[in-house]
T-cell receptor, first 110, second 117 residues
């Protein structure tokens, strides 16, 4: 069965420290993976997708099929990065048929 | 705000009552999705429309739940005989159909928070 696991409910770091939010997935097909972010009182929005291999707001994520992981990384955390982060797996042809992890709350302290 | 719009933002209802939520997707987005999010969980997929056709329904969508998108524009999600376990945030999202699927993304609304007392 398809599953997305985010092992950390809360990750707390100081400003300027590196950040890694973990995501592991279980999927028998060819996965499409995403990171969504929800800032306080804002709607869920796409941060990045593995297909694009892009860096958004300094965040990157590499798909590792051997380890079935899609960890989100940023070398120097900023206070404005504090938010809920959700890893998601697209299991269907439509980009919206997503399986989400439970999310990790990132708190960046000054 | 030209994003996905949901109404109402909050709904408190008594157990056993029926409730209906509305979602207005981004104009010209063919696909529309409903998700449910309970406390401490990520969003869980409920159902999805392409234009007016409901193409997929999750096992989470019990017989008490029904969703429609009659003209391929806005959608409604109705819950009949609400139960306390239905208390959650109900999220709507929409996406376009593009030739290059990798360029699409799902845009989420701000959700309707349902509390069943």
């Amino acid at each position: 069965a398809q599953r997305v696991t985010q092992p950390e409910k809360l990750l707390s770091v100081f400003k300027g420290a590196p950040v890694e939010l973990k995501c592991n997935y279980s999927y028998s097909g060819s996965p499409e993976l995403f990171w969504y972010v929800q800032y306080s009182r804002q709607r869920l929005q796409l941060l990045l997708r593995h297909i694009s291999r892009e860096s958004i707001k300094g965040f990157t994520a590499d798909l590792n099929k051997g380890e079935t992981s899609f960890h989100l990384k940023k070398p120097f955390a900023q206070e404005e990065d504090s938010a809920m982060y959700y890893c998601a797996l697209n299991y269907g042809g439509s980009q919206g048929n997503l399986i989400f992890g439970k999310g990790t709350k990132l708190s960046v302290k000054p | 705000d030209t994003g996905v719009s949901q109404d109402p933002r909050h709904k408190i209802t008594k157990r056993g009552q029926n409730v209906t939520f509305r979602c207005d997707p981004i104009s010209e987005h063919n696909r529309l999705y409903w998700y449910r999010q309970t406390l401490g969980q990520g969003p869980e997929f409920l159902t999805y429309f392409q234009n007016e056709a409901q193409l997929e329904k999750s096992r989470l969508l019990s017989d008490r739940f029904s969703a429609e998108r009659p003209k391929g524009s806005f959608s409604t999600l109705e819950i009949q005989r609400t139960e306390q376990g239905d208390s959650a945030m109900y999220l709507c999202a929409s996406s376009p159909i593009l030739l290059q699927a990798m360029n699409t993304e799902a845009f989420f609304g701000q959700g309707t928070r349902l509390t069943v007392v």
